[in-house]
């Protein structure tokens, strides 16, 4: 999210099965956006990988078929909204339908065939490799780089936006 060249990145690395993505998403994300990216201060970059089991990589394809439409973001939301118990096997066909036909402005149909896509698949690898060239060992995990810089990770206090912007003054030199 955010225009294309802004100098300064921020990179979430989420598992949707993850309750404190969950909740920085539900409780900090849309402030964030607002202060931060909106303003053009930060360009946002979610990577969706499955750190927490089976069903993370069942949703990490959906994800990546939802990023093929442009509504990640909007996917990623309601996934989180309708959040089953990490591991439970809620990431079911079903499931991923409900979500994909409650997402504003997603072709549900499509995602849902997109999922196994060279595309999709290619998504998913980038965010893994990316995670593990990083060495992204838990989730959320947020990193900043400036101008094409090495990534340094901002250290949240606690999943709100004011941790998120100090976390991100801190980081940048503001």
């Not at 990145?9 to 099965?17: K, S, Y």
């Not at 998913?124 to 900043?144: G, H, Q």
Request: net charge negative; proline share 5%; glycine share 6%.
């Amino acid at each position: 999210l955010g225009e294309d060249g802004t100098p300064d990145v921020v990179t979430e690395f989420v598992d949707l099965q993850c309750p404190f993505c969950a909740e920085f998403s539900t409780n900090a994300f849309n402030d964030v956006v607002e202060q931060n990216v909106r303003p053009g201060e930060i360009l946002y970059e979610l990577r969706v990988i499955s750190f927490l089991g089976k069903d993370s990589g069942v949703a990490a394809e959906m994800a990546a078929a939802t990023a093929l439409q442009n509504r990640l973001y909007e996917f990623v939301e309601t996934f989180y909204l309708n959040q089953g118990e990490e591991n439970s096997g809620y990431v079911t066909e079903e499931f991923l339908t409900e979500i994909a036909e409650k997402t504003p402005g997603l072709d549900a149909e499509q995602a849902l065939a997109d999922r196994t896509s060279p595309e999709a698949q290619a998504l998913v690898a980038e965010n893994e490799a990316r995670a593990s060239d990083l060495n992204i060992n838990s989730t959320p995990t947020f990193l900043f780089s400036s101008q094409g810089g090495a990534p340094t990770a901002l250290e949240l206090s606690d999943l709100t936006p004011e941790a998120f912007n100090e976390a991100l003054a801190s980081a940048s030199g503001g």
